[in-house]
């Protein structure tokens, strides 16, 4: 998608600020009963059933300021200082202790103010398609008899997808204010997972395709706010890599990177014009990208640095997880057979017998976005010693107990006696497996900021060879558990870590053109010492 759709025209439009009426006319208060109970159900807040609407409001009013407004208030202390940091805000050792004192920052450099968050939940059409690939509304708008005219860009499709939205919703006899899982009849299991991972949001380990809907609907308004401030920061820096286009760079340029630049920004140079009509030209054009029209005139010269320019680099990004999928392709080329296989396994995937490596790794990329179950044999493989230990003591298991209490047991022999007793919990269900589970949500659930920590060089190094990944000579203990955290990411995700693959899109995209801008301005630099030297030299 061009830079001049994706960024300018998005990101400079101005945002009409509308009046704070909510006080007295929540947007809830308009929803359908199945609404509310479907925004108490997506936020996991309990709801007596039955509950007449009057109980449902109120519960929803006394929960909308912290899950609707300002969800930052449900935050921790990591997640407050990783938002403040991606802000540019620092942040001191103290106040990380002090959640009070985050919380105040965020909301001082939050989105956007209450009254915005409160209007924009009156109308979720208005951005709740936003996040949507093209292909995704592309199969809404068929499957619904959109008529989308030629060419069917994005932004085509979105608008013509947003305008018949609530009429979509009343033709086929559903609600729209809060949207339900019909919305998504079109996207599979490996989409819903696929936006989480793309949105930097950790997918719920379940193979329930209707928490996959919930986990994305209840994400889908802060993705929204991200994506605009990630659009807004690269206009900004786009649009401030033209503004160091100063006279002395121009000056110091050429007629061939004159004529260049003209021709990358679509300016027209009629035919005999001479070198200083040439910079003339160059001047006019960037007093209009940088001027009061900065929208429509943006958008057509700098959009055509991008096509021109950037052309080749914005296809090998137009899909936005493009990076993450190839490095994900690439860490799957090492796995052994058992992992590949356990990937496939942690999934439901049926691994056809007597498959290949090739044809193994070829499996695990097709199913990067799929969700793994919630627990599995393999769950038990990045747990702590300890842990293990633990459980096997009190799982009920004769055998597995009689590992646990090996003081010569290794940290492989506690792993495969807690899969075995974990499997055979499986098989048999009831309580046994409700005990497992139940164990198995409370030790992941604690050790998910310190994994790996208490582990010894060489119970890392064993954990990397089960993903025949060697540990790279003389690797330190920290290289070690990061190398570990990596892999072990991977595998339950499909994908890099979660929080830090969001946007790719339209980061790459904005690279491809302030590459060009910039190195434009570093041939002009060197051109302009280059004519200082010739200056210098003839004095």
Not at 237 to 265: H, P, R
Not at 276 to 304: C, P, Y
Not at 498 to 522: D, H, I, R
Request: charged content about 25%; overall charge neutral.
């Amino acid at each position: 998608m061009r830079l001049s759709t994706t960024v300018f025209s998005l990101a400079l439009a101005a945002d009409a600020v509308v009046g704070s009426s909510w006080f007295s006319k929540a947007a809830y208060n308009k929803w359908h009963e199945t609404e509310l109970e479907r925004w108490l159900s997506d936020n996991d807040i309990p709801y007596p059933t039955p509950a007449d609407r009057k109980d449902l409001e109120n519960l929803i009013q006394k929960n909308w300021d912290s899950y609707a407004v300002s969800p930052y208030k449900n935050w921790d202390t990591d997640k407050l200082t990783s938002y403040l940091q991606s802000k540019g805000v620092e942040t001191k050792e103290s106040a990380k202790a002090n959640k009070d004192t985050l919380l105040s920052q965020v909301q001082n450099s939050w989105y956007e103010t209450e009254d915005k968050a409160q209007t924009a939940w009156t109308s979720v059409s208005d951005w709740f398609l936003d996040t949507w690939t093209e292909s995704s509304l592309k199969a809404f708008a068929d499957k619904h008899g959109i008529p989308v005219p030629q060419p069917r860009t994005r932004d085509t499709i979105l608008q013509k997808v947003r305008s018949n939205y609530e009429t979509v919703a009343k033709k086929v006899g559903e609600t729209a204010s809060y949207p339900g899982d019909w919305l998504y009849d079109s996207w599979s299991e490996s989409d819903l997972k696929e936006w989480l991972d793309t949105n930097g949001v950790p997918a719920p380990q379940v193979s329930d395709r209707n928490k996959l809907i919930a986990s994305v609907r209840r994400n889908s308004r802060l993705a929204y706010l991200r994506l605009q401030d990630q659009k807004n920061s690269a206009a900004a820096s786009a649009n401030a890599a033209y503004a160091t286009l100063t006279d002395k760079v121009i000056d110091a340029w050429g007629e061939s990177q004159l004529k260049e630049f003209c021709d990358k920004n679509a300016i027209n140079v009629p035919q005999g014009t001479k070198t200083n009509e040439l910079r003339a030209l160059v001047r006019k054009h960037r007093a209009q990208i940088l001027g009061d029209n900065v929208t429509a005139s943006a958008a057509s010269a700098f959009g055509a640095a991008t096509s021109k320019a950037g052309n080749q680099y914005a296809k090998a990004t137009d899909d936005a997880t493009l990076a993450a999928q190839e490095a994900f392709g690439s860490v799957v080329g090492y796995w052994s057979d058992t992992r590949l296989k356990a990937y496939l396994d942690a999934r439901g995937v049926p691994v056809p017998q007597g498959s290949k490596t090739a044809e193994l790794q070829a499996l695990v990329r097709r199913n990067a976005h799929k969700a793994a179950h919630p627990y599995s044999a393999w769950t038990w493989d990045d747990l702590s010693y300890d842990s293990l230990k633990s459980y096997l003591a009190n799982s009920g298991n004769a055998a597995a107990k009689k590992v646990g209490d090996s003081s010569a047991a290794s940290r492989d022999d506690l792993v495969s006696a807690a899969q075995s007793a974990y499997s055979s919990a499986s098989s048999a269900g009831g309580g046994s497996y409700a005990s497992a589970t139940s164990y198995l949500s409370q030790a992941t659930e604690a050790a998910k900021k310190s994994t790996f920590d208490t582990w010894s060089e060489s119970e890392l190094k064993a954990y990397l060879d089960s993903y025949g990944v060697p540990a790279p000579q003389g690797s330190t203990l920290n290289s070690l558990r990061a190398e570990a955290r990596k892999q072990s990411t991977y595998f339950k995700y499909g994908t890099t870590n979660p929080a830090s693959t969001a946007f790719a899109k339209v980061s790459e995209n904005v690279k491809g053109a302030y590459q060009w801008v910039m190195g434009q301005l570093g041939a002009g630099s060197e051109a302009a010492k280059q004519k200082a030297s010739d200056i210098k030299e003839e004095l």
